[in-house]
């Protein structure tokens, strides 16, 4: 008794279904956040955000550190007190995170770094 059943044609999910919701809502890498960030110090917070019927809470509840829309007021205030929120916001508040110039650099893809010119030529 048990096992699989020998003529059963129907075949499993390979993939999470768990996949296709996660990148349903792409969230940005950490240095845009980071930029608009720097912007919205320049320009000042007086700025209301537009009515999207797409988004929760038709877009009006919005966390800028963790790039998340939220459904009502409420939700928004608790996760505001939330430990992932405050692990945002110290790093943000930090050091400019890495830009894919960095990676790049790192990598060795940047320009090359020949040394001082001993000789012209």
């Known amino acids: 008794m048990g096992g699989k059943c020998p003529h059963r044609k129907v075949k499993k999910r390979r993939f999470s279904h768990k996949t ?3 990148s349903k809502f792409l969230l940005k890498g950490d240095d845009a956040v980071y930029d608009e960030l720097l912007k ?3 320009v000042g ?3 209301s955000l537009p009515v999207d019927e797409d988004l929760p809470g038709m877009g009006q509840f919005y966390c800028l550190h963790c790039d998340r829309y ?3 007021v409420d939700v928004r205030d608790e996760h505001f ?7 945002r916001v110290k790093l943000m508040d930090g050091p400019a995170p890495h830009t894919q110039l960095d990676a790049d650099l790192a990598a060795g893809m940047g320009m090359p770094d020949n040394g001082p010119k001993l000789m012209s030529a």
């Not at 007190?81 to 692990?87: A, F, G, L, V």
Request: charged content about 55%; glycine content about 6%.
């Open 20 to 22: 296709a919701r996660r």
């Open 40 to 42: 919205l110090a320049e």
């Open 45 to 47: 917070e007086g700025k």
């Open 70 to 72: 939220f459904a009502n």
């Open 81 to 87: 007190r939330s430990k992932r929120h405050k692990k």
